[in-house]
């Protein structure tokens, strides 16, 4: 074998090498972006799962008399509900359609949140996504509250989000809500107001 022949087989032997190491490189860096990619799905579903919405809710003279976490969970979203100062007894407590609380009457937050358009309470056309269980306000004006609101969810886009465009909000009434009575239960004057969005 001739120089010229070994050297042919040399540059070949060389050219080979090297397609083989790029394309062991090329694969290597699809699978890290293959598992960065896998890396911020997750990321992104646990955030999905832990996100929380903080509300403060405050009376007709503006004071702040409640506040409110809302928690994404798997079966809807759950209502921790702390407040002070308020009239003892039961209260009704219901999501309203629109993430506006201007005084006096809280007019501008409007109807109950009911995105299925059906009726309010315990009926057989109901009950309302935004129906909510009364709260008990304990003789000191104090109340405690946690509920999981199964009909509506946190996640944007979704018909039953409280996360609309124009949001949503939390309403505290002045009398019980029966549960039969349309559209609101007989619930009274909404007492206390707070807005449901991102960033409160």
């Given at each position: 074998m001739n120089k010229k022949t070994i050297l042919i087989l040399f540059t070949m032997i060389c050219i080979i090498s090297l397609s083989a190491c790029n394309t062991t490189d090329e694969d290597q860096t699809k699978e890290k972006q293959q598992s960065n990619e896998?890396?911020?799905?997750?990321g992104d579903m646990?955030?999905?799962?832990?996100?929380?919405?903080?509300?403060?809710?405050?009376?007709?003279k503006q004071r702040e008399v409640a506040t409110a976490t809302l928690m994404q969970e798997e079966d809807g979203v759950r209502i921790q509900l702390s407040g002070q100062n308020f009239i003892p007894g039961k209260h009704g407590f219901h999501i309203h359609e629109t993430g506006a609380c201007e005084g006096p009457?809280?007019?501008?937050?409007g109807g109950h949140?009911?995105?299925?358009?059906?009726?309010?309470?315990?009926?057989?056309?109901?009950?309302?996504?935004?129906?909510?269980?009364?709260?008990?306000?304990?003789?000191?004006?104090?109340?405690?509250?946690?509920?999981?609101?199964?009909?509506?969810?946190?996640?944007?886009?979704?018909?039953n989000s409280l996360l609309k465009e124009d949001g949503t909000a939390l309403?505290?009434?002045?009398?019980e809500d029966d549960y039969k009575s349309q559209p609101a239960g007989n619930a009274g004057e909404r007492i206390a107001c707070g807005v449901i969005q991102e960033g409160e």
């Open positions: 896998s890396v911020e799905t997750a646990e955030e999905d799962t832990s996100k929380q919405i903080f509300v403060s809710l405050k009376d007709r009457d809280f007019s501008s937050a949140f009911n995105p299925t358009n059906v009726s309010h309470g315990n009926v057989e056309d109901g009950p309302h996504a935004g129906d909510l269980p009364n709260v008990e306000v304990k003789e000191d004006g104090t109340v405690q509250a946690d509920t999981l609101a199964e009909m509506v969810t946190l996640e944007k886009g979704k018909p309403v505290i009434h002045s009398d």
